[in-house]
Antibody
Framework: EVQLVESGGGLVQPGGSLRLSCAAS????????MHWVRQAPGKGLVWVSL????????SYADSVKGRFTISRDNAKNTLYLQMHTLRAEDTAVYYC???????????WGQGSLVTVSS | QSALTQPASVSGSPGQSITISCTGT?????????VSWYQQHPGKAPKVMIY???KRPSGVSNRFSGSKSGNTASLTISGLQAEDEADYYC??????????FGTGTKVTVL
């Protein structure tokens, strides 16, 4: 079964850092592009970042550029999102998703809640 | 990076058809055939229903269909069922190797 499981979320103070992980199983992780998407409480989906299959290409939404870094370890079948200088507006559930056929995000993980508050 | 525009809510009776629009620009929806649609039930992760404008993943009901004209994409749900009540989001590739989601539409089955 294809599965993505996020971890690493929690409560962090403004200005702090956090690293999310997304463990992949049931497919050849190293063959797929991956994305991070977030959803603030009661709000819509917002694209955050992407990384290609070997990690050589990354892209970020303007709102996180320079503060967040996406990476992957294909030997460990794990995707990461390192988040620095966190702000209250970064509070959200963070989902990782596999990319199929460029525009198809499937499947999605269950999400990891990040709360930025003092 | 502004979101794609969707109606806040759409409703219909069981058995009816409804259509959700998703309006962008020539830099996203209008410029590429990389539009997808996601269904999200409360407290759950999103699920892809349509990708590449009009392709349906294996296992998704053929009551769901997608199309695009100019800068506007559309998702049609025919034969509306109670289980279709959920939030729906469109997404598109946007020039500059980025992606953008729509504002989301709450579908209510009356």
């Amino acid at each position: 079964e294809v599965q993505l499981v996020e971890s690493g979320g929690g409560l962090v103070q403004p200005g702090g850092s956090l690293r999310l992980s997304c463990a992949a199983s049931g497919f050849t992780f190293s063959s797929y592009w991956m994305h991070w998407v977030r959803q603030a409480p009661g709000k819509g989906l917002v694209w955050v970042s992407l990384i290609n299959s070997d990690g050589s290409t990354t892209s970020y939404a303007d709102s996180v550029k320079g503060r967040f870094t996406i990476s992957r370890d294909n030997a460990k079948n794990t995707l990461y999102l390192q988040m620095h200088t966190l702000r209250a507006e970064d509070t959200a559930v963070y989902y990782c998703a596999r990319v199929i056929s460029f525009s198809c995000f499937d499947p999605w993980g269950q999400g990891s809640l990040v709360t930025v508050s003092s | 990076q502004s979101a794609l525009t969707q109606p806040a809510s759409v409703s219909g009776s069981p058995g009816q058809s409804i259509t959700i629009s998703c309006t962008g620009t020539s830099s996203d929806v209008g410029g590429y055939n990389y539009v997808s649609w996601y269904q999200q039930h409360p407290g759950k992760a999103p699920k892809v229903m349509i990708y590449d404008v009009n392709k349906r993943p294996s296992g998704v009901s053929n009551r769901f269909s997608g199309s695009k004209s100019g800068n506007t994409a559309s998702l049609t749900i025919s034969g509306l069922q109670a289980e279709d009540e959920a939030d729906y989001y469109c997404s598109s590739y946007r020039s500059g190797n980025t992606y953008v989601f729509g504002t989301g539409t709450k579908v209510t089955v009356l």
